[in-house]
């Protein structure tokens, strides 16, 4: 039980990781192809969050394998501006469709805001328990 509590942490980050990885594709994507088969720019958005997903899962899996380390707690400190960049992806660094009742600006933009957001404070939360098991030990 008390391995399980030590890496809660590692395994709600895995988990909202994962959410975003396959929520992206399957959940909450962005808008469709056009009819003659090329993409809005709210695709490449898409595309760009799911690379961000896995590399925030592969992360969180770091964090899962080491649990209270020092290698979980430099990686649970590196997954706090990957979230943070993720959630800026659509409609900040790659805008969205023009049209506001468009799917990527009503399901897939507050999605990504709200998964990489909590993944972000988790992270952060995990680091502080880390940093704080440490100070304890000494």
């Not at 809660?8 to 929520?23: M, Q, Y």
């Not at 994507?29 to 760009?48: I, K, L, T, V």
């Not at 660094?93 to 600006?105: A, D």
């Amino acid at each position: 039980m008390n391995n399980i509590k030590s890496r809660a942490g590692g395994i709600i980050l895995f988990i909202l990781s994962i959410a975003l990885t396959v929520g992206i594709k399957l959940i909450f994507p962005a808008c469709g192809p056009h009819d003659d088969g090329s993409f809005m720019n709210c695709h490449w958005a898409e595309q760009a969050v799911f690379g961000s997903g896995i590399a925030l899962t592969t992360v969180s899996l770091i964090v899962l394998i080491f649990g209270s380390s020092k290698v979980s707690l430099g990686a649970s400190l590196a997954m706090i501006p990957t979230a943070a960049v993720t959630a800026l992806i659509p409609d900040v660094f790659i805008p969205l469709c023009r049209m506001p009742m468009m799917r990527c600006h009503t399901i897939m933009h507050p999605a990504v805001i709200v998964i990489s957001c909590l993944i972000a404070v988790t992270a952060l939360v995990n680091a502080a328990v880390i940093i704080r098991k440490k100070e304890r030990s000494k």
